[in-house]
């Protein structure tokens, strides 16, 4: 069991922890899907916190063998889901500036040419 001071200790971390997250999000330094995400996972460490057995009674009813199976599976699959996430919104960045960088150098190229016939009507 977990000692009362240090359980206060961690709630405390974890509320300034969910702070954290709503500054982040006005500032608009997180987008809302990822502020449900974590802040579903600070909420789930709380509970996890204040019910003494939460953790091994999930465990025992999904069937782990022990709670620390439990812990570690569902982290490998919610690291897995951050990544597929990320990579996502990465190649999401890279296909919008592909479509930039084509229509930059389009521009560049009209820009050019309207300055080419500019000069060849100076001339004349």
């Given at each position: 069991?977990?000692?009362?001071?240090?359980k206060?200790?961690?709630?405390?971390?974890?509320?300034?922890?969910?702070?954290?997250?709503l500054?982040?999000?006005?500032?608009?330094n997180?987008?809302?899907?990822y502020?449900i995400?974590?802040?579903v996972?600070?909420i789930?460490?709380?509970?996890?916190?204040?019910?003494?057995?939460?953790?091994?009674?999930a465990?025992?009813?999904?069937?782990?063998?022990?709670?620390?199976?439990m812990i570690?599976?569902i982290?490998?699959?919610?690291?897995?889901?951050l990544?597929?996430?990320?990579?996502?919104?990465?190649?999401?960045?890279q296909n919008?500036?592909?479509?930039?960088i084509?229509e930059?150098?389009?521009?560049?190229k009209?820009?050019?040419?309207?300055?080419?016939?500019?000069t060849k009507?100076?001339e004349?």
């Amino acid at each position: 069991m977990i000692q009362t001071s240090l359980k206060i200790a961690l709630i405390v971390v974890l509320l300034i922890y969910l702070l954290c997250i709503l500054r982040a999000v006005k500032r608009k330094n997180m987008r809302i899907n990822y502020l449900i995400f974590w802040s579903v996972m600070g909420i789930i460490l709380i509970i996890a916190l204040l019910a003494p057995n939460f953790i091994e009674n999930a465990s025992n009813f999904l069937g782990f063998g022990l709670p620390i199976n439990m812990i570690f599976s569902i982290a490998i699959f919610i690291i897995l889901y951050l990544i597929f996430d990320l990579t996502k919104l990465i190649t999401k960045e890279q296909n919008k500036n592909v479509l930039l960088i084509q229509e930059i150098s389009l521009l560049k190229k009209r820009v050019e040419e309207l300055e080419n016939k500019n000069t060849k009507k100076s001339e004349d």
